[in-house]
């Protein structure tokens, strides 16, 4: 398998524009979650879906964020309109249902908002 | 909530040494707890989990210790070499949402 696959690599915006991240989980996974990751404030998790349902969105910071699962291998994380303060690297990790809670990253996408 | 402390922003040790990392969190322990390598540029890999039943757990030259009572693990990289030189986050799982450390950044010095 190829692992996580997260597009793009790099994202480089102007504020108030539309940013849609995309991520492919690994095979057979049944869990997916969305982090951030900055300097400041680490890893945060923003959400994650069991079978392509939400489970806790608690973590994504204001209604300009949306995330969604439309099947088993595709997630996107939306930000509309874009700040500079969502300047940060995402990433998406995968996990099995059953197993010992080890969650697989893809390699981030480094957004950039100006 | 759940707080995490990872001992120290960074931590240098000089290579064959033991390296030891710290996690402390408050509130009620975790169903289980996590060890991860992160490099720059990458996202995180897991290590090691370790369950709150058990005391200790081991994977080559790395060995994970849960302390329930202190709310603590210790994460050690016994005979340290440079290319373990990374970040390295530990994360507890609460009902199945992962909150994680902020990181120690290990510099294995030749």
């Known amino acids: 398998d190829a692992g996580v696959i997260q597009s793009p690599r790099h994202e480089v915006t102007e504020m108030g524009q539309e940013v849609t991240l995309r991520c492919k989980p690994i095979s057979g996974h049944d869990y997916l979650f969305w982090y951030r990751q900055t300097m400041m404030r680490g890893l945060e998790l923003l959400i994650y879906?069991?079978?392509?349902?939400?489970?806790?969105d608690s973590g994504m910071p204001e209604d300009r964020f949306s995330a969604k699962m439309p099947n088993a291998s595709f997630s996107t994380l939306k930000i509309q309109p874009s700040e500079p303060r969502d300047s940060a690297v995402y990433f998406c990790?995968?996990?099995?249902?059953?197993?010992?809670?080890?969650?697989?990253f893809g390699p981030g996408t480094r957004l950039t908002v100006l | 909530s759940q707080k995490i402390e990872q001992n120290s922003e960074a931590l240098n040790i000089q290579e064959g040494k033991t390296a030891t990392l710290t996690c402390n969190y408050t509130?009620?322990?975790?169903?289980?707890l996590q060890w991860y390598r992160q490099d720059p540029g990458r996202g995180p890999v897991f290590l090691l989990l370790?369950?709150?039943?058990?005391k200790e757990k081991r994977k080559e030259r790395l060995k994970v210790t849960f302390d329930t009572t202190l709310k603590q693990s210790l994460f050690h990289i016994t005979a340290s070499q440079p290319a373990d030189s990374a970040t390295y986050l530990c994360a507890l799982d609460i009902s199945q949402k992962v909150t994680f450390g902020t990181g120690t950044k290990l510099q294995v010095i030749p």
């Open positions: 990790a995968s996990m099995r249902g059953t197993g010992d809670g080890e969650q697989f």
């Open positions: 509130n009620y322990s975790p169903a289980y």
């Open positions: 879906f069991n079978n392509n349902v939400p489970i806790d």
């Open positions: 370790i369950r709150e039943n058990e």
